[in-house]
């Protein structure tokens, strides 16, 4: 009777922590609310850069058109910090990018963040076949021109990504990632821009996506 009643309250214990303890998404929230707050230093964060993310997704921040690793040039400060925050806490998963952007200091996310919105966003990045693109204007239109904007520049107020310059492979992972589910930290409301998207679809709408050019580059990065 004792041992049954033992076993019960440790039930309840247990139960009780896991309600109460944090998950990723509010572990992410949290770091992000701290992260945006700090000022990023650029000179720190080239260097940071170059140490911890070069390595995959290029000196120039411009990625691989084969959609592997994205393009990061003149991202928004806040998107690049979300997915961070994300990442570290689990709340997107990347198996790649866990270990070495969990061995960083709040600091050097805000300093690489800063430095990415330097770098000029590349203009020769991977397009789709080009094939269906009369489709995919009338879809971004429809559908995601009120979010990503008229030239992909995103919106930095609502974390909303640049998506000018970005490989189109990359852009029908990550919308088909997102559509069905796989990819859980996206905006609810762009989840129910892309959840009746067939996969031509996803791959209309992308193409000319990964077309789109922002008027104004950014001013390059100073050397040093
Ligand atoms: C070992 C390779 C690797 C390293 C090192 C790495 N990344 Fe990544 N990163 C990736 C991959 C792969 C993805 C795409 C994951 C996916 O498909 O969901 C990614 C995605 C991202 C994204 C999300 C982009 C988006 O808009 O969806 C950001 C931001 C990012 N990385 C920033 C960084 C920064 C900053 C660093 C250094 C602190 C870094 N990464 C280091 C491999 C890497
Ligand atoms: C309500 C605003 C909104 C609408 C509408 C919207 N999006 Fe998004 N989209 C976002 C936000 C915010 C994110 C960043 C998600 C996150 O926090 O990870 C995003 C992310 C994305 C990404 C991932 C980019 C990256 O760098 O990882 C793709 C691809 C994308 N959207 C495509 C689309 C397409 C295609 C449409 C139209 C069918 C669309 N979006 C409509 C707000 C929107």
């Known amino acids: 009777m004792e041992s049954v009643s033992k076993k019960l309250s440790l039930v309840v214990l247990v139960s009780c922590v ?18 945006t707050a700090r000022k990023g230093d650029v000179v720190r964060g080239k260097e940071t850069y170059q140490a911890a993310c070069a390595s995959c997704h290029l000196d120039n921040g411009a990625g691989q058109p084969d959609g592997t690793y994205p393009q990061l040039a003149g991202q928004h400060p806040v998107v690049v910090l979300k997915q961070l925050a994300d990442i570290r806490a689990g709340a997107r998963e990347n198996a790649q990018m866990l270990a070495p952007t969990q061995a960083l200091g709040e ?3 805000a ?3 800063a430095y990415l919105k330097l770098l000029p966003i590349p203009r020769d990045n991977g397009r789709g076949e080009g094939e269906l693109l009369d489709d995919g204007l009338a879809l971004y239109k429809r559908d995601c021109l009120s979010c990503h904007g008229r030239s992909g520049e995103g919106n930095a107020k609502s974390a909303t990504p640049v998506l000018a310059g970005q490989h189109f492979k990359y852009l029908v992972r990550q ?3 997102i559509r ?10 762009m989840m ?6 067939t996969d031509t679809q996803i791959v209309a709408v992308a193409d000319f996506m990964s077309r789109l050019v922002m008027p104004e580059l950014p001013k390059p990065a100073k050397q040093k």
């Open 175 to 177: 919308a088909t990632e």
């Open 192 to 197: 129910d821009a892309i959840k009746g998207y």
């Open 180 to 189: 069905d589910g796989t990819r859980k930290n996206a905006n609810p409301k």
């Open 18 to 35: 896991a309600v109460a303890a944090p998950g990723p998404e509010a572990a992410a929230k949290a770091e992000l609310k701290r992260v």
């Open 111 to 113: 300093d690489v963040a």
């Open 107 to 109: 600091q050097e996310l």
